[in-house]
């Protein structure tokens, strides 16, 4: 069965970076769209960035850009999401989410499968 487990969360400082790693299972990573997003406390979950079927096209909320970086390696069926230059606004709970479909999907009613989520902390 679709299985996507993420890890790699933590306690940052402002300024530092991670990277979050989403083991998928279960499907070929080549024809599904994956995305992070990520959920604090009393808000939406909103859709951080996004890599199409065949690693064709990334996507990036404007809160983002220029800091965050999606890519996949498919020998290890694993989409990363690099995090650079981190605030204290990134702090959330961020989840990797998979659907078999083309395009930029960047809402969460638009993915079938989703991981158990890691915690990310940006705090001095």
Not at 59 to 75: E, H, L, N, P
Not at 88 to 117: F, H, M, N, S
């Amino acid at each position: 069965q679709v299985q996507l487990v993420e890890s790699g969360g933590g306690l940052v400082q402002p300024g530092g970076s991670l990277r979050l790693s989403c083991v998928t299972s279960g499907f070929n990573l080549d024809y599904y769209a994956i995305a992070w997003f990520r959920q604090s406390p009393g808000k939406e979950r909103e859709g951080v960035s996004c890599i199409t079927v065949f690693g064709l096209s990334t996507y990036y909320v404007d809160s983002v850009k220029g800091r965050f970086t999606i890519s996949r390696d498919i020998a290890k069926n694993t989409v990363y999401l690099q995090m650079n230059s981190l605030k204290p606004e990134d702090t959330a709970v961020y989840y990797c989410a998979a659907v078999k479909k083309y395009g930029i999907l960047i809402y969460r009613a638009e993915y079938d499968y989703w991981g158990q989520g890691t915690q990310v902390t940006v705090s001095s």
